[in-house]
């Protein structure tokens, strides 16, 4: 098998990703535009922040698993992957820690106007009259919007920092949110309503991409926080522009609806860079020495698991709930050829397969198929099974 990792990897970690038995390529510079042909002969592809489009996807032909070293896997083709049966796999929660972390640096330096303190006096000013005005966070109300693992830290440490704190998530209850000890919001834009500070949590999906725009900035308090360590598309940096213009909103974001392709540039161009009450990183939240170890771990495990039973964890493009009606249960002998046999009656009666499992028992004489099926099948089908007296033990169809 052949692994390419196309982006920065803790290097200390690369034996241990050969070891799996890999022949591994290791291109920290490679580029998007360059995966098509560097990614043509590869199994395994593991990415941080390159994307991986269609086109790569599509070269790829021998491509099992694309695996991003991260959390967030908006820069992967995820529909195209699926279209060709490659498993997405990420590394959720493992930079959790780091992303809160720098959040609340982003609130503190904010309040407290780090980076101005530090532009004066690297200048020869000293304003001590004008940066002793802050508001503090002991008793702020913080709204998290998002409470993954990224955002469940983010409330243990505000706790830590004596806030009120409430919160929105799709799945989120009321008893959950006792059980949390933050407080119910039952929308969003409750939590723009009710908070000082609101920090996102959330992937962009679809669904979340523009979710934070002029409608919700309306509602958040004059001067309140807007916090955004997750992605840039979530916001809509011109709605949050004209706040800030309008009500005095600060914003402290690590990331922003574009961003320059690769690591490094000298000419990057944004109006909220100029913006009193802005604080900005380059969209660092996971990049510490502790989450890139976890994460390059994680990956370590995840394409062990790959190469041992060709079944990764943490994929995120498997269907739920396949479309299946009815389950066929086939006890049947452990011998050569026998699912293909029944694989082929089904086939003939027209009827797809949504997936199956196949489970041996000790002594390797015998077996159980699960092959959930699209649609009911015919008598026909059934008798035409257990016919196969020398293969099939039983077979039965549940309906699902």
Known sequence: MRALIADAFPERYLSDIKNLGLDLTYDPSATAEQLADKAKDTNILIVRSTKVDRAAIVAAKSLGLILRAGAGYDTIDVAAASERGIFVANCPGKNSVAVAELAFSLMLALDRRVTDNTFDLRNGVWNKKEYSKADGLKGRTL??????????????????????????????????????????????????????????????????????????????????????????????????????????????????????????????????FQMPGFIGTHHIGASTEQAQDAIAEEAVRICREYILTGKPPCVVNIEVKAPAKCELVVRHYDKVGVLAHVLGIVRNHGINVADMTNTIFQGQKAAVAAIRIESEPPQELLREIAQLDDMVIQVEAKKL
């Open 143 to 272: 709204g998290v919007v998002g409470l993954g693992s990224i955002g469940r830290a983010v409330v243990e440490r505000a706790k830590a920092f004596e806030m009120h704190v409430v919160a929105w998530s799709r799945s989120l209850t009321g008893m959950r949110a006792d059980d949390l000890g933050v407080g119910y919001c039952r929308t969003p834009d409750e939590v723009a309503e009710r908070a000082d500070i609101v920090s996102v949590h959330l992937a962009q999906t679809k669904e979340t991409k523009g979710m934070f725009g002029a409608n919700f900035f309306a509602r958040m308090k004059k001067r309140a926080m807007f916090i955004n360590t997750s992605r840039g598309g979530l916001h809509d940096e011109a709605a949050l522009v004209r706040a800030m213009k309008e009500k005095g909103l600060r914003a402290g974001l690590d990331v922003f609806e574009s961003e320059p392709a690769g690591g490094t540039a000298t000419d990057v161009k944004n109006e909220i």
